[in-house]
T-cell receptor
Framework: EAQVTQNPRYLITVTGKKLTVTCSQN?????MSWYRQDPGLGLRQIYY???????DKGDVPEGYKVSRKEKRNFPLILESPSPNQTSLYFC???????????????FGPGTRLTVL | DAKTTQPNSMESNEEEPVHLPCNHS???????IHWYRQLPSQGPEYVIH???SNVNNRMASLAIAEDRKSSTLILHRATLRDAAVYYC??????????FGTGTRLKVLA
């Protein structure tokens, strides 16, 4: 089944303890992206990747890192999490075949992160 | 970057058509208009997209104003399963997607 998977789905951690949220897609997609969703603010893009080893900042990249060493994986790294990073995180991918601006994005199920 | 404006919430009766509006008055000529929806406790899912012409698919229709400053997502017969938050999004072709806060659609039985 074609899908985007995220792990973990739920995570409670403490301030300053490094964590990684994994994202994997099995559709051989070129583009991958991370979003955070907060009440009243909708979804905001954190980072995106156009291909292996090619990443760029979205609208809210502060406090996050990403890497794209393999096409299928796009982990989100919080080196020193803070309470303002408590949020619902979504990973998404798209094929890139039709062009980024007209491609369909496929979203993962989300990771709910709480930083105490 | 161009932004979209949507009503916070709308209600519809089951099996009636629903018209969800979106304003994007600062849209540029090459921005595609996408609609996604987010069912409760799920990630967003694609609904439809278009550039200038009206578009139809099995889920919905997209009507785009001639000046492209607004668009309307049309659900022809709303069902209870269509209750979701609907997002109107512009993709400016710079690898960025700009989501707004969306419209929460409530479908009444």
């Amino acid at each position: 089944e074609a899908q985007v998977t995220q792990n973990p789905r739920y995570l409670i951690t403490v301030t300053g303890k490094k964590l990684t949220v994994t994202c994997s897609q099995n559709m051989n997609h070129e583009y991958m992206s991370w979003y955070r969703q907060d009440p009243g603010l909708g979804l905001r893009q954190i980072y995106y990747s156009m291909n292996v080893e090619v990443t760029d900042k979205g609208d809210v990249p502060e406090g996050y890192k990403v890497s794209r060493k393999e096409k299928r994986n796009f982990p989100l790294i919080l080196e020193s999490p803070s309470p303002n990073q408590t949020s619902l995180y979504f990973c998404a991918s798209s094929s890139g075949l039709a062009g980024w601006d007209r491609d369909t994005q496929y979203f993962g199920p989300g990771t709910r992160l709480t930083v105490l | 970057d161009a932004k979209t404006t949507q009503p916070n919430s709308m209600e519809s009766n089951e099996e009636e058509p629903v018209h969800l509006p979106c304003n994007h008055s600062t849209i540029s000529g090459t921005d595609y208009i996408h609609w996604y929806r987010q069912l409760p406790s799920q990630g967003p899912e694609y609904v439809i997209h278009g550039l200038t012409s009206n578009v139809n698919n099995r889920m919905a229709s997209l009507a785009i104003a001639e000046d492209r400053k607004s668009s309307t997502l049309i659900l022809h017969r709303a069902t209870l399963r269509d209750a979701a938050v609907y997002y109107c999004i512009l993709s400016p072709g710079t690898y960025k997607y700009i989501f707004g806060t969306g419209t929460r659609l409530k479908v009444l039985a």
